[in-house]
């Protein structure tokens, strides 16, 4: 999730839908429900029941989630599955991508719902960070990575960001229109500066 770019550098492509809204951000802030939206983007729609099996978690508790994010807008039953009285399966929304509007935009309790997000998106990144450390030496060629030091105007930064945006959208598909070698790979970038600006 980012700080909203540009708008004429980083304009969504036809289909996607960008979400910004504290309400939104609020029905994320929550470690199970990014697993859920995480499962379902990289093995496809599922029930309740199959969501409950894999995360380790009771099914009573996954429906629960399931129906917050379903009133955030970012999952809705899946098409290509009836449940005929049956169990609902779960899709998550195609095209929908989360911003994070600037911090100076919120209220003080939507900041609040922003930072809990952003904690748990940082430990879920330090479980990333973990993986690729601990990844078997097969799968090098799938994990590259680089760490860089530049020295930017804040301008220079943003653009750096607008580039990488547009660079996500060069190879993002979805996993239906994936080939049979593709994999689910997940990208991170981020930047911060080094010195203390107190210093």
């Known amino acids: 999730m980012?700080?909203?770019?540009?708008q004429d550098r980083t304009a969504p492509h036809q289909g996607q839908r960008t979400v910004s809204d504290p309400a939104t951000l609020k029905a994320l802030a929550h470690p199970l429900r990014l697993r859920i939206l995480r499962r379902?983007?990289?093995?496809?729609?599922?029930?309740?029941?199959?969501?409950?099996?894999?995360l380790d978690?009771?099914?009573?508790?996954?429906?629960?989630?399931?129906?917050?994010?379903?009133?955030?807008?970012?999952?809705?039953?899946?098409?290509d599955h009836t449940t005929n009285g049956r169990e609902r399966w779960w899709r998550g929304v195609r095209?929908?991508?989360?911003?994070?509007?600037?911090?100076?935009?919120?209220?003080?309790?939507e900041r609040v719902a922003v930072e809990e997000l952003d904690r748990a998106h940082l430990q879920e990144d330090i479980d990333l960070v973990r993986r690729h450390a601990d990844r078997p030496a097969e799968e090098?060629?799938?994990?590259?990575?680089?760490?860089?030091?530049?020295?930017l105007?804040?301008?220079?930064l943003r653009e750096f960001h607008d580039a990488y945006l547009e660079l996500l959208q060069r190879f993002r598909r979805h996993r239906t229109e994936a080939?049979?070698?593709?994999?689910?790979v997940a990208v991170r970038w981020f930047g911060i500066p080094l010195d203390d600006p107190r210093d």
């Open 140 to 151: 090098d060629e799938w994990a590259p990575g680089s760490r860089s030091t530049l020295h």
């Open 2 to 6: 980012t700080e909203s770019p540009h």
């Open 95 to 109: 095209g929908t991508e989360v911003r994070r509007p600037p911090r100076s935009d919120l209220s003080a309790a």
């Open 153 to 156: 105007t804040q301008e220079e």
């Open 40 to 54: 379902l983007a990289t093995a496809g729609p599922a029930t309740a029941t199959a969501l409950a099996s894999v």
């Open 57 to 79: 978690q009771n099914t009573g508790t996954l429906s629960y989630h399931l129906r917050q994010l379903e009133r955030a807008g970012l999952v809705e039953d899946d098409p």
């Open 179 to 184: 080939g049979p070698d593709t994999r689910p």
